[in-house]
């Protein structure tokens, strides 16, 4: 294990046109072969950085006891070898306590949205479900959005991918 290389080059790098104008079995293998390279490129680079998580403890630990500032962004020197380590934070607000707050500000004729980020939604099965009187109350204020269709090719004759 001295070389552990992948080589891009070794890819075909075919055009969004060219892609559309494979036979349907090769455009039926290509998409499955990337998608299955793109499962195990996720999964690798979770198993990477664990691997520099445990390799790196000692560096990582001794940055963050300086303080948060210094350890979203930081670099590690190993010898010839540099690491920029980001660690990013994300905040998570409890939304049951959050909701008791709201409540609490409404029946002090406060204004929620001047303190939070307010955002109403029903849940689809919830408004299928609902009398039609209802819906029919709600109907001004839903919109349904049209995204990028995915594609999963699968085979429904004898021929296997």
């Known amino acids: 294990m001295n070389h552990l290389q992948l080589q891009q080059a070794a890819l075909p790098d075919l055009s969004v046109s060219q892609i559309s104008r494979l036979p349907k079995d090769q455009l039926a293998h290509f998409s499955n072969a ?10 690798m680079r979770g198993r990477i950085n664990r691997a520099m998580e445990i390799r790196y403890a000692d ?8 303080g948060q500032e210094e350890a979203a962004k ?13 660690q990013p934070k994300e905040i998570v607000w409890d939304q049951q306590h959050l ?4 409540e609490r500000m409404v029946v002090a ?3 929620v949205q ?11 099965q919830d408004y299928a ?7 029919a109350a709600f109907q001004p204020a839903r919109k349904e959005l049209i995204t990028e269709p995915t594609f999963q ?9």
């Open 129 to 135: 479900r609902w009398h039609p009187l209802l819906r």
């Open 153 to 161: 090719i699968r085979w429904v004759g004898d021929v296997q991918l």
């Open 114 to 124: 001047d303190f939070m980020q307010v955002q109403f939604s029903v849940a689809e």
């Open 74 to 86: 930081f670099r590690i020197d190993d010898g010839d070898l540099q690491i920029d380590v980001s």
């Open 99 to 102: 909701s008791q707050i709201a």
């Open 34 to 43: 990337v998608q299955q390279l793109n499962e195990w490129t996720l999964q």
């Open 109 to 111: 004729g406060d204004r």
């Open 59 to 66: 560096q990582i630990r001794h940055v963050e006891c300086l």
